[in-house]
């Protein structure tokens, strides 16, 4: 079963490389946005060791029944669909970045990767989740302590 947790982190892998949620059936569509009302460039998904407060504001959005029904561009299963014990995300056998697919039967068509032109590319820095850097930075002293005994 899908978290809420990982469905936002799925969503914010997504939208790091410009793809947006479609609501109102195909009439709407939603991207976290600045102040200004512009669609916000593809790395301020993140903040630091959390999300921004544009991405969260989305994610409260997507997460309130007000817009209806909404998917990710280039897929199929609703927000909502995600949520329910029925799906799970794993990465992508082509790209590994996190796709929804179904605990049982047949899974999702597409990856949302589909349609991404030059994607997996590897010569760019990969989206990824808000990171702690003091928890990392203590993993690789641990590592390089270990190394040294």
Request: charged share 20%.
């Amino acid at each position: 079963m899908a978290t809420k947790q990982q469905v936002k982190g799925y969503l914010a892998y997504w939208f790091q490389l410009g793809k947006k949620v479609i609501t109102g059936n195909g009439k709407a569509s939603l991207l976290p946005q600045d102040a200004r009302g512009l669609a916000i460039a593809p790395l301020t998904v993140l903040d630091g060791d959390r999300y921004s407060e544009e991405f969260e504001q989305c994610w409260q959005k997507i997460l309130s029944s007000e817009l209806g029904d909404c998917h990710l561009e280039g897929t199929h299963e609703t927000i909502a669909e995600l949520l329910t014990p029925a799906w799970e995300m794993v990465p992508c056998s082509r790209c590994s970045m996190p796709v929804a697919a179904r605990n049982v039967g047949m899974p999702a068509l597409l990856c949302p990767c589909n349609n991404l032109p030059n994607w997996p590319n590897t010569e760019l820095p990969a989206p990824r989740e808000p990171i702690n850097t003091q928890d990392q930075l203590k993993t690789i002293r641990d590592r390089l302590v270990d190394n040294i005994v």
